[in-house]
């Protein structure tokens, strides 16, 4: 083999390699957003109800599960100029929900609140594209916390 043919052979063979490895780089960078033993979540709703309190739907991606997630209400409310957690409740069943719907397009079928005291809150969340939405769920978030409505 002539010099100039092996020096072509090996600057491929080194371009070859570094495509590889920016690829399994980037099929990798996205695997995982959460750092080591942290959960994975994604808030998928929120509302503000009048000047006091504020509601978030949070998916949490199961640590046992990936393809698992539950959902958490949480209500924080303002004291102090500061917004704390004031109450939280899991909508559904713990690891109940799959983490791809829930994160994706229209995940949230229904969520409605009122700046009212109580406040009814209903939730409906995309089970699957082929099941399509959960039955909804009543709430009533009452000075800061959550009752079942």
């Not at 769920?137 to 409505?149: D, I, L, N, S, T």
Request: aromatic share 6%; charged share 20%; with cysteine.
């Amino acid at each position: 083999m002539s010099p100039m043919r092996s020096r072509i052979r090996r600057g491929a063979a080194a371009a070859l390699t570094v495509l590889m490895a920016a690829a399994l780089g980037a099929a990798g960078a996205g695997a995982s957003d959460a750092e080591p033993g942290v959960p994975q979540q994604r808030r998928i709703a929120s509302s503000v109800l009048g000047a006091d309190h504020r509601i978030t739907l949070t998916a949490l991606r199961s640590a046992g599960d990936g393809d698992a997630a539950s959902v958490l209400l949480r209500v924080y409310t303002r004291s102090d100029g500061v917004r704390r957690e004031s109450d939280r409740v899991t909508v559904g069943d713990v690891d109940g929900w799959f983490w791809y719907p829930l994160t994706g397009t229209g995940a949230v079928c229904r969520f409605s609140t009122a700046s009212t005291e109580p406040a009814p809150l209903t939730v409906g969340l995309l089970v699957t594209p082929s099941i399509g939405c959960s039955d909804p769920v009543h709430y009533v978030v009452k000075e800061g916390r959550v009752y079942a409505g």
